[in-house]
């Protein structure tokens, strides 16, 4: 807003997935001309679609990480130095050394956008605890949620993973909510199932502590000192 005037701006598509940044703008005169509006303008919830996908592509770094897990191996390419530093802390074993030539691989880039999906209040006015979206079409997997949002496809064993900026928590959070869905469709494909649960090691035996969140899982992972532990959630 400027010496008196006002520039309005109204979004060429009411579709969903339309690309952020895609506007016009109405200038005196009633003429009207290309504008723009950066990425942190986003108001409301942003729902990715393949033109989205499609259009990121900025590495996030130059370092990657692999993952496995029973068998199941991942590499995860373009994270940053301090990503990597992070989530090999918090897989420790998980996350081996050698790469494995048959796994499948994952784009980390920046999602150029704030966040996809806004905390909403329940009926009560409770926070929702978390919420993720997530569909299948043929062998690709869409998944996304707060502050990411990625696909895998299991046929190709190729995905992308774009993730909001920033650090720390939501960057562990991010991807462990996406390994979270590709390993569930991957098991099950396989006569598997993933346990929302804890996991510690005792006397050569493994053990299972499943619940619903703030039931107390990650509490016995603290309590098991000198224990392996498979997981706290």
Aim: hydrophobic fraction near 40%.
């Amino acid at each position: 807003l400027q010496a008196g005037t006002l520039d309005v701006y109204f979004r060429l598509t009411s579709q969903k997935d339309a690309p952020m940044g895609d506007f016009r703008r109405f200038e005196p005169g009633g003429k009207s001309g290309r504008g723009f509006i950066p990425a942190l303008a986003q108001v409301g919830e942003y729902h990715p679609g393949p033109e989205y996908f499609d259009r990121v592509s900025t590495p996030r770094g130059s370092f990657s990480l692999a993952f496995a897990l029973s068998g199941f191996h991942l590499l995860f390419e373009g994270f940053s130095e301090e990503d990597r530093s992070l989530l090999k802390a918090r897989y420790g074993s998980f996350t081996p050394e050698e790469q494995i030539a048959e796994a499948g691989r994952i784009q980390v880039v920046e999602a150029e956008v704030p966040g996809f999906l806004k905390p909403r209040l329940l009926e009560d006015g409770a926070p929702e605890v978390y919420r993720l979206e997530q569909s299948l079409s043929g062998s690709r997997l869409v998944a996304y949620a707060y502050e990411f949002a990625g696909w895998f496809d299991f046929e190709t064993r190729q995905g992308q993973l774009a993730m909001a900026a920033g650090g720390g928590d939501p960057v562990h959070r991010a991807v462990e909510n996406f390994l979270r869905v590709v390993c569930a469709h991957w098991f099950v494909r396989r006569g598997g199932l993933l346990v929302h649960a804890a996991g510690v090691v005792r006397n050569d035996r493994a053990f299972l502590f499943f619940g619903p969140s703030g039931s107390g899982k990650t509490t016995v992972t603290l309590l098991s000192e000198g224990c392996p532990i498979l997981g706290d959630d």
